[in-house]
């Protein structure tokens, strides 16, 4: 009796090992072949004067009763502080295409108004203009990208605002400049020549396009100690014709006077079904597919980049990427306001991974966007604020920048609905200045856990300890009442068996191990 009951446990035993060994994920990190670094300003965020992101987001009302620097509200900034977030794209969007700086300088009462075309038809006051862009800039600690109005506006005005924002010698922009009691030049770095002007910035072919940046970009002047980095206006999600007329025009001899091109992909969900918080897993299934074409569409625009720039000196930046859901009920319906799910955030997760995998051509990127526009970070209701699934997923993230890109080598299970299929695992590693390594996993799967065993080429470490971002429904999210509830937990699932670490990574969930 005792031998058959011992029998028994072992075949119990032998089948949940075969059943383990036959679904474990094997993953290797290769230190051996690590060659580029992921760039911090792939973390970068973006900002338009669109619906209550500048105004009523940053920029707030002097009466609000909130932290505040001038008009400029600090639970936000220091908020964004926190995730460290590298750099903002201002103005637009649409909107820089329509901006003439110049009106957005001065003392405030002097300031012209502006129909904000694209987004609601509102007024802009131009309260919110350079000075107090970089004066929030400065706040966050973070590096301005400003787009220049290449769509209506000249050369000579993108000349000057160039003059104004980096020259220190003596000129009439830098008297205008001094007069608006700035005295030292800001020396903003990355400056885009026009957006999307294939479409809202000009409709312009891309032939059209070249001409001109070339002749706007040749006025955006380097001068002494304050280099620019250009950035054209590049393709929007698979239209590749734009990507390879675009780098015909602006390259010469594996040359070029722009540092980047900005690409544009957005994911949306099915048409019919934009709910941010209310979706089937059907939805979220097709979703998900439509984000991850990331992916494929980064190694496209890429490859027609390698034609004309083998040496990889120009940047392929995403200028612009992130869910575009419906409007919340009862919203403007041009401020795009949207919630933000566990959804958006494995989104998140999986995006950011791919630009770690992609960093020897993406050098920068930009979330659309920061506060209560788009696929937010951050979402005020006039005094309150909450931090949305996505925010925590940066949180989370915050430690691949700058740090050197660990290839990866794993073959992902599938997930699948309804005889279609997905790979659920998606996943990035680097190690830091000091050699700490991590690794951010992604289960996209929202019915299965992944068991994974990772090992190692050329890496030492001793402890591992872990975080992790999940909720029990994909549709969770945050909100004023609730505001805990997709939040970031610690995960000490995952265990060193010799030289391997073995874990399980739950369903619907962004793990990040920290190995030491
Ligand atoms: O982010 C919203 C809009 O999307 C931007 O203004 C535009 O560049 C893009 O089409």
Redesign the pocket.
Known sequence: MKAKKTVLLLLILAFGLTCFAQSTVEILVDAEAAQYKINRHIYGHFS?H?GRCIYDGYWVDPTMNVPKDGRIRLDVVAALRHIKIPNLRWP????ADEYHWMDGIGPGSQRPTMINT?WGNVTEDNSFGTHEFLKLCELLDTEPFIVGNLGSGSPQEMMQWVEYLNFDGVSPMTNLRKQNGRDVPWGVTYFGVG??NW??GGNMTPEYYVTQYRQFATYVKNYPGSPVRKIACGPSGGDYNWTEVLMAGITRGGRSSAWGVDF?YYTNPPRGAGSATNFTEATYFATMRNALRMEELVKGHSAIMDKYDPQKRVSLVVG?WGIWNNVEPGTNPGF?YQQNSLRDALIAGSTLNIFNNHCDRIQMAQL??TVNV?QAVILTQKEKMILTPTYHVFDLYKVHQDAKMLPVKFASPNYVLDKESLPALNLSASQDSLGVVHISLVNIDPNNSIPVSLSFNQVKWSNVSGQILTSANITDHNTFEKPETVVIKKFDAAKKQGNALNVNIPAKSIVVLELK
């Open positions: 338009e669109l637009g969007g649409c909107f694209h957006n999307e479409g809202c544009h612009e795009l659309a966007q788009l």
